[in-house]
């Protein structure tokens, strides 16, 4: 199977994200590329809550893209908190449950 983080199924590399510092530092810490950031905008849920934007890879992501030749396993619980009201990326990190309305 393909790993949309590693190949052309995935977004270019070179997208501009607006990172805050928090996201930026979050991301080193816990290893996570710019790659699988791309990767979870295209391929994840989005979910609207407390005025910010949670994108997230979970199983039925996992299981509807494998169905496709996609590997998201990488990607399973990978969350992205966006801001409000812009583009920026508040923080990055992995949890089994999905953000709550």
Do not use: W
Not at 31 to 51: E, P, Y
């Amino acid at each position: 199977m393909r790993n949309p983080a590693q190949n052309d199924a995935s977004p270019d590399q070179t997208t501009p994200f607006v990172l805050t510092d928090h996201a930026n530092l979050r991301m080193s810490q816990r290893g996570i590329g710019r790659d699988q950031l791309a990767a979870v905008l295209r391929f994840g849920r989005c979910r609207h809550t407390r005025g910010a934007r949670y994108f997230f890879v979970g199983r039925k992501e996992v299981r509807r893209y494998s169905g496709q030749g996609l590997d998201l396993r990488p990607l399973e619980n990978l969350q992205v908190l966006m801001a409000p009201h812009s583009d920026a990326f508040i923080t990055v990190y992995r949890n089994a449950r999905p953000p709550r309305d």
